[in-house]
Structures are given as C-alpha cells and as structure tokens.
C-alpha cells in the first residue's frame, strides 16, 4: 500500500504497526485519510479509544481531541465535555443553555446562575445590571436603610433626597449628618432651603430653636424674642425680653395702660415720679394714692412748701453774663400756695444803679391782671397788687403771679442779685373768703453777671516773613511776645496755638505758621488775632571782602564769584576803599569752605564760612584778602597780567564793573584810569598764584609766563610790542625789571 514494493502483510509481520488488525498499515489509512490521529500520537484515533482513551459523546475522536480543538467544551476544566457532563447528570445546567451551573456567575453561591435567578424573576435586580441587588450590595453598593433596595435604585424611583447628596433623606438623618428637629422626615437644611424661618440665622428652624428652649417666644408668635427685639420689637429696660411680654407677665408694670413699662416712662422722663415709689405720678393719682388738690399732676406730697419765689436772668440762663442795654425780666410765682388765692401783693426792690425799671404785666391765669402797682424810682421799689379778673375763681395751683421788666444800665462783675423780694414789705395772699396769709418763705432770685465788653487782646504781634536760621536745617528760631489781655471784669485767660501742633517757644519750619491768640473770659466772651511766621526756603549769607593792600578809590564796582561747594553765584559788589560788604541768599544747607574770585582782577582766595547768630559770614581780610594783579583769570600774577597791562596804561576804564563785563579791565585800583599805580599792584603780587579750591593748594609761586610778542598780541592786543621794552622780541621778566626800575626812578625824581 506504501508502493515500496513490500507487501503490507510482510511488513506488518516484520512489526509495522496495524492496531486496528484490518490488514492495512495504519500509516497508510493515515495517508489515505480513511482513519485519524487528531493527537498526533501515531496511534489511529480508533485504536486510542479502543485501548481506553474516553470518547464520551462517540464521535470516535478521543473527547481530549474535542476539547483542544474546541468541539467541546471542558468549562470546569475536568478534561470531560460539558455536554458529557451535563448528559450523565455529574453537572446540571437548570436553563439549559449548554453550560454547567458551576461554570456561570452565581454571585451568591446557591449553586444557581444569577442570570437563571434574576430572568426567573427568582431574586430582584433593580439596576438591571444581570446581578442580584444582594449582591450588588455585598459588593459595596449603597443600601443605607438596609431594607436589601439598592439607594440608587430608590432613588431613582422618587425617595426625598432633598439637598442631592445622593443619599436618602431618612439615611441623612438617620447617621445623624443632617438634623430632623421637627420630625418631619425632611433634613433641617431642606426645610431652610425652602423657606421654613430662621430669623437668627444659626441654621436651626426657629420652631425648633423655641421647642427645644433655646430660644424664648414669650408672646407665642413662633418668633424667637431675640429676633422680634432685633426687628424692631420695643425692650425699653434691655432685658433682652419684648416690653409687651414684661408687661403681660407681670414682671414690669404698666399702671397707664400705654404698652410701656412704668420703669421706661419713668426712666425716659414721659411720666414723672417725684416721690421715687418708682410709680408713675398720674398713676399715683388716678388711683387715690396719691392726693392732687391743685391738679396739676403732681402729688401733693411732691409739692415743695407754700412760699413765694422771684427767678430772673441768673436762673433761666445760670452762668450767662448780661450786657449794658439788655432787657431782663423777673418773675414772681406762687408756690403751693396754702389757701385758694384770688389775689395778692407784693413788693420788690431793685438796684437803680444797675437796673432801671420798664414796667410790669400780668401773671398766669386766672391770676392774670395787675390791680394797681406804684414804682418808687427814688427808692428803687416796685409795689403791686395781682388778682383774678372779675368772674374768675381762686387756684391752689403754682402759678406765676407778674413778671417786672428792667434794662441794664451799668456793668457788675461781682455778679449781684439786683432785684429781690422785699424782705421788710412780706407779700400777702386774699382767699376768696378774705383770709389770708402773709407769713410765707421768700426765694429770691439767682444773682448773675453783668459784662458789657468782652476782652481785648493789645500787642498782638505783627506778622514776621523770616530766612531760615543758619546751620538749623529748613528753620528759624523766633520769639513771639504774646499780646496783652484786658477785660472790665478781671482776668481772661490766653490761649495760644501754632498751626503746627509746636509750642510757642518751638522752632519755626519753613513754610507759613499761623499762631492763633484766643482770650475767653469768665462770660464766654473771646476774642482771637492771628500771627503768621513765614519763613524763607534760603538763608542768609554776609559778605565781608577786602583787597590786599592800599590806594583803593572811595567806591568801586566789582563782580565777585563767591563758591561754597555744591553753590556758586556772582555777586556784584561795591567796595569803599578796597572793603566792601554785602547780603546774599543761599539755598538751605550747611557750609564750611569757600572761596572768592575777582575773575577780572584778582586770584583766588579761601576761607571758613562761619555762623555768626542766624547768618552764615564769609569774612575774607588780611592774609585771606583778595590780591589784585590776574587780569587774564588763569589764577596767576604773572608776565602776561603785566603785558596787559601796559598795552592800556594810560586809557580810561570805567571805575565800576559788572558782572557781565567780559573785557580786560586792568583799573585795580578804581580810580577809573590805567596808571602807573595798577601796574604797581601786579609787579607787587608778581609770581603769586591763587588758592586752587578748599582743602587745597592756597597760594604759592607761578611760572614767570615769559611770551612772544606775538602770543602776547594774540592776549592784549596790537600794542603788545610796548610790553618789549628790551626789543628782544620776547615779553618777560627782564622786561618788568626795566619797568620797575623806571618806575622807581620816576617816583625818586
């Protein structure tokens, strides 16, 4: 059969194999694919089954076969398909789908699959997820009630979860992360949310806030008191309890029915109480505590004793001073009075040196005419007789029975009475049955002040514009001498204040300081002035120069450069016989060093600024004096000053420069001319140099500065060849000794 020309029979005689006995080569019913090997074993499928290999469902192919190449399936893993399994009963398969039991989710372990027990309606499965909600929740899934629904699931089907927290309202409450004060199965927070009060804002209903006692609804309106009282409800006593719960409870009396407790009345001044039994006067009253014979509202027990009383400008107005010219008015009342009164007299006296008399009216009713009245100005006396009108009746009440008008003619500091109840004539009370009485206490009146003017300040001084102080910064220190104070009445006192907080005696800072001045007197009278100090943003700086030597004219005009450092300024000068002095202003600051410099006439000099009271001084004389002889500004006395310098002897210049002048101007002395005498100054000074700045070098020996004519021409000018007197066609010192020596021998001739 293998065509290798060996009979099969040979061949399996000789050990080919041939399990199944058919005569044929097992290779060859391979080959011919009339038997498998589906293992690869070598050994036909049949004879593998033949010899044991388990074919449970007969297919003739070993059931490991089936289940490698996925014919069968082993879910169990027990190398026996499931059909096998299921088909001998050693696995059950309750729906019947092909799959043992043991092989499909049973999530609760009952041996059933969950999909057979939630298709079967056997177990809930409210989300639907093909998994028993028991154990969905076995699992971690919410059932905060514990009643085996999931929460989502009664959730989703309308449970309250009001604040959408994603868990049932009554779970809330029940864990205690949400308050049900009220029971009402609906978390405080939900309840607040939708508009239950809380009028105090603690997050607590205000139901349950007053259930609870901690908060007091005295008045039963369901309103916390603390929230009535903040919304306006009256607690006049600030007991932190509403007026009308006081009231109502008993705590606080309200004898007059006004809704506000007696102690509020009393206390705000609406209802007196003048014998302080913390009762309401009109109370006292009504209720026959108290007896009220005038009817005036006040317990006769309140009532001062019967007497007559005179009250005038010292007790309507204490303390409060009267003018020459004013009017002022006394009255006379009637206190108490201890018999019905129709009518009465009296008589006052009064000062005539301070008062004079204008006339008198009548009283309050019904004691309201002046029955006859007789003013004695001689003896300064007012007599008078009050009464009621005709028809009327007679008072018990106080009432004021005339009042008497007087100007004030004349001052009185001592502050007298000036008008009082005649002592010596005691007023007389008529009752409507002719009793009377005339043994009543007189109240005189308070005594008061008479001041016509108020004070005056004299001396005030002027205001005073000032530069700042010398070495004091940006001030000035000044005394102010403070006005003098006069008032009729005795002393005033002076009050005395600087615009900027300072004392008087304080430095004055730069800028404008007002110094008010202000007298009050014992009437309030006051009178103010003001001073201002200005002072200036600069100080002062004096000049004091002179020029080494003599021969000066009695007045020249010189330019000055003065130097202090950070400030320089030219400063035009005129100086009496070579001394000259000026003033000049220099910004704030300290200075030390300085020089000064005649640019057209002499070098450089340096000196100490000093402070000589509140001026910085600049004194430069003697051996700090300015050395006249540089005309040419190069801080030198040298040949080329004394070339100048002859070019224009003997020309006219004038004796007076400025600033400004720019030129050679070679008239040392100021006599207006070039002369001789100026170039005795330069041969004098001749090889000087000046002070080179402060600190620094200050005067020495110059090079002899030895020129051409030419360069000297280039200088002075075309007569430059006047300065040759040698003709050596240079200008140097040989030169100025001819001159010198000439100019001796002229002054010797």
């Known amino acids: 059969m293998r065509g290798n020309g060996t009979p099969d029979s040979c061949e399996i005689k000789g050990g080919a194999a041939d399990c199944n006995g058919n005569g044929v080569l097992d290779s060859c019913e391979l080959a011919s694919g009339s038997a498998t090997d589906c293992n690869g074993n070598g050994v036909l499928d049949s004879c593998d089954i033949a010899g044991g290999a388990p074919d449970c469902n007969s297919n003739g192919k070993p059931d490991s076969c089936d289940i490698a190449n996925g014919t069968s399936n082993d879910c169990n893993h027990n190398d026996i398909p499931d059909s096998c399994d299921i088909a001998s009963g050693s696995a059950n398969d309750v729906n019947s789908n092909g799959i043992p039991d043991s092989c499909e989710p049973d999530c609760n372990g009952n041996g059933i699959p969950d999909a057979y027990e939630v298709d079967g309606g056997f177990v809930a499965d409210c989300n639907h997820n093909g998994q028993p909600d028991s154990c969905d929740i076995a699992g971690g899934a919410a059932d905060c009630d514990g009643d085996g629904v999931l929460d989502s699931c009664e959730l989703a089907d309308g449970a309250p979860d009001c604040n959408s927290n994603g868990v049932l309202d009554s779970c809330d409450i029940a864990n205690g992360s949400s308050l049900d004060c009220n029971g009402n199965t609906i978390p405080d927070s939900c309840d607040l949310a939708n508009g239950a009060p809380d009028c105090n804002g603690n997050g607590i209903q205000d139901s349950c806030d007053i259930a609870t006692g901690f908060s007091v609804d005295c008045n039963g309106n369901l309103i916390p008191d603390s929230c009535d009282l903040a919304n306006g409800a009256p607690d006049c006593n600030g007991n932190s309890v509403p007026d009308s719960c006081d009231i109502a409870s008993g705590t606080s009396p309200d004898c007059n029915g006004n809704s506000i407790p007696d102690s509020c009345d009393i206390a705000s001044g609406t209802s007196k109480d003048c014998n302080g039994n913390s009762i309401p006067d009109s109370c006292d009253i009504a209720s026959g505590h108290s007896s009220d014979p005038e009817g005036d509202g006040i317990p006769n027990s309140c009532e001062p004793d019967p007497g007559v009383t005179m009250t005038g400008p010292g007790n309507s107005s204490p303390g409060e001073c009267r003018a020459i010219g004013d009017k002022v008015t006394f009255d006379v009342l009637v206190l108490n009075p201890p018999i019905v009164t129709v009518a009465g007299q009296f008589n006052v006296v009064y000062d005539r040196a301070v008062l004079e008399y204008l006339g008198i009216s009548g009283g309050d009713a019904p004691i309201t005419d002046i029955l006859v009245s007789h003013h004695d100005a001689s003896a300064g006396s007012v007599f008078w007789i009050s009464t009621i009108p005709n028809g009327g009746t007679g008072t018990l009440a106080d ?278 005498a100026d170039g005795d100054f330069i041969v004098a000074n001749l090889l000087r140099t000046g002070a080179s700045g402060c600190g620094a070098f200050t005067g020495g020996l110059a090079t002899d500065g030895a020129m051409t004519v030419d360069q000297l021409a280039a200088i002075a000018g075309a007569d430059a060849i006047l300065a040759d007197l040698n003709g050596d066609g240079m200008v140097d010192l040989d030169d100025v000794s001819l001159w010198a020596d000439a100019r001796e021998r002229r002054s010797e001739d």
């Not at 009793?435 to 308070?446: G, I, S």
């Open 399 to 676: 009432l004021r029975v005339a009042s008497l008008r007087f100007r004030v003619v004349a001052d009185d500091c001592d502050g007298g009475v000036h008008a009082t109840l005649d002592e010596g004539f005691a007023p007389v009370l008529i009752a409507n049955d002719g009793a009377v009485t005339a043994d009543l206490p007189l109240t005189q009146p308070a005594p008061f002040v008479v001041d016509t003017l108020g004070p005056v300040l004299s001396g005030v001084p002027a205001d005073l514009t000032v530069p700042a102080d010398a070495g004091s910064g940006c001030f000035a220190s000044r005394e102010l001498t403070p006005p003098t104070v006069v008032d009729d009445c005795g002393a005033a006192d002076l009050m005395i204040t600087r615009s900027d907080g300072q004392s008087l005696g304080a430095p004055w800072p730069c800028g404008a300081t007002t110094v008010t001045w202000s007298a009050t007197d014992s009437c309030g009278r006051v009178a103010t002035a003001a001073t201002t100090v200005t002072v200036e943003s600069y100080h002062l700086l004096d000049l004091r120069l002179a020029y080494a030597g003599s021969g000066y004219a009695s007045s020249m005009g010189r330019c000055i450069d003065i130097d202090l450092g950070d400030v320089e300024a030219a400063v035009a000068m005129t100086f009496a016989d070579g001394v000259g002095m000026t003033t000049i202003e220099v910004p704030v600051g300290n200075y030390g060093c300085a020089t000064a410099d005649d640019d057209l006439h002499s070098l450089v000099s340096t000196g100490t600024v000093v402070i000589e009271g509140t001026r910085y001084v600049l004194a430069l004389a003697g051996t700090s004096a300015l050395v006249n002889g540089d005309v040419t500004d190069d801080n030198l006395v040298n040949v080329a000053d004394w070339g100048v310098m002859v070019t224009r002897i003997g020309s006219m210049q004038p004796a007076d420069v400025d600033c400004k002048t720019a030129a050679f101007h070679v008239d040392l002395n100021g006599d207006g001319a070039v002369t001789q």
